[in-house]
DNA sequence: AAAGCGGGGGC
DNA sequence: GCCCCAGCTTT
């Protein structure tokens, strides 16, 4: 495949590079940084996560990790809590398992190619090219949703994103317009551009450096770009949580399976379709042997409410008072008001927790 | 190729 | 409400 249309690439570099020494004011404190585990750590956490909303859990896992060998040394629930709360946590299963595999299998090196790089759990195309360029200054171009923004707007590119030819023609002409031998500088500045200038709404295109060029602003379908093919899909889900009472302590259970919040751990849960009566819900816990015959109810919380990106989730928080006799599943975690607070849960349930103490 | 995976913020 | 964010893995 060829790239059509453009007729000069090194001047978009240049210009790019122009901006970031003149006007580029964005900082951030793994810029620049030639650490490989401290740009690897902040490529993982800013996956789909904004830099305002990653910033404090960097500095958290570098406050407690300083070198990748700390960090694999660390139990499971430790990272995970310290993880609590950003979401997508497989990115939180697989930063372990590279760290115990580069520590244990590498001596702590952190690889230096990208070949290798990209070959890394939880680090794909995205993720290698960063750590590459910056750490490494090797030639590779980062395409993320701000190159692919700042891309389709200035060079008039309507061909959707989310399919597999647009990322191929997207990181086809973000290659060919890299400057090789200021990979990194260029594919920092280059997304600090989109974040800051070529924004995904309200752009500044009155200020913008492109904006003699650009095509979607000549064409004014600034607004319209990049495309995008797929619409999604939205499932409206209960999630009646079992908080059992035995003796000043209750249970919890890790979430296991392919299903939202994997790793963390929650309440025995009862999920339903619908809104169900509290009655029933607890006839179906006894039923399942979630809890047992015994139990008895104490309090069921107002329910809350979580939007995520696909999915609508309602959670009632459900206290049932168990005979002391009752022994629990092999897979309930006994534990107090105390020991509760190491293990990571979901923001659900920190809501519920929120507005049971209001 | 398509689906699934969190939580927060802008508009 | 809807969209997007320094994407990746699994099906």
Redesign the pocket.
């Known amino acids: 495949m060829k790239i059509k249309h453009i007729n000069n690439t090194s001047e978009f570099a240049q210009t790019l590079l122009q901006w970031n020494k003149l006007d580029n004011t964005r900082q951030?404190p793994?810029?620049g940084e030639k650490d490989p585990y401290k740009v690897w750590l902040?490529?993982i956490i800013?996956?789909?996560?904004?830099?305002?909303?990653g910033l404090a859990y960097y500095n958290s896992f570098i406050k407690k990790f300083s070198n990748i060998k700390k960090l694999a040394a660390a139990p499971d629930d430790t990272v995970f809590k310290l993880w609590e709360?950003?979401?997508?946590?497989?990115r939180c299963r697989?930063l372990l398992a590279t760290a115990r595999y580069i520590s244990k299998e590498k001596d702590g090196v952190f690889p230096s190619t990208y070949e290798e790089i990209v070959q890394l759990?939880?680090?794909?195309?995205?993720?290698?090219a960063?750590i590459a360029s910056f750490v490494y200054n090797l030639p590779h171009a980062v395409v993320?949703?701000?190159v692919f923004?700042v891309l389709s707007r200035v060079f008039g590119i309507d061909t959707p994103i989310d399919?597999?030819a647009g990322k191929k023609y997207f990181t086809q002409l973000a290659d060919e317009l890299l400057p090789v031998k200021q990979a990194g500088i260029y594919n920092?500045a280059l997304?600090?551009f989109?974040?800051v200038v070529c924004k995904?709404?309200?752009p500044l295109c009155e200020t913008c450096p492109f904006n003699t060029s650009c095509i979607a602003l000549k064409n004014k379908v600034v607004d319209f770009l990049p495309v995008?093919e797929?619409?999604?899909?939205q499932k409206t889900r209960f999630f009646y949580f079992m908080a059992l009472q035995q003796d000043g302590k209750t249970y919890i259970q890790q979430r296991t399976g392919?299903?939202?919040?994997?790793d963390l751990y929650q309440y025995p849960l009862v999920e339903t379709a619908d809104a169900q009566p509290v009655a029933a819900v607890i006839k179906m816990a006894k039923a399942a042997g979630i809890i047992p015959a015994g139990a008895a109810l104490i309090h069921a919380s107002q329910p809350v409410k979580?939007q995520?990106?696909?999915?609508k989730v309602h959670g009632i928080l459900v206290q049932v008072k168990v005979p002391a006799a009752y022994k629990a599943p092999a897979t309930y975690i006994a534990v107090t008001p105390k020991t509760l607070q190491q293990y990571a849960f979901?923001?659900?349930i920190h809501l519920l927790w929120q507005q049971e103490n209001n």
């Open positions: 951030m793994w810029k902040s490529e800013l996956q789909q996560t904004r830099v305002e909303q709360g950003l979401g997508y946590y497989s697989n759990k939880g680090v794909g195309p995205y993720t290698a960063a993320d949703g701000n923004r399919t597999t920092q997304m600090d989109g974040a995904p709404a309200a995008k797929k619409k999604l899909v392919k299903d939202i919040w994997k979580q995520l990106t696909h999915q979901p923001k659900l």
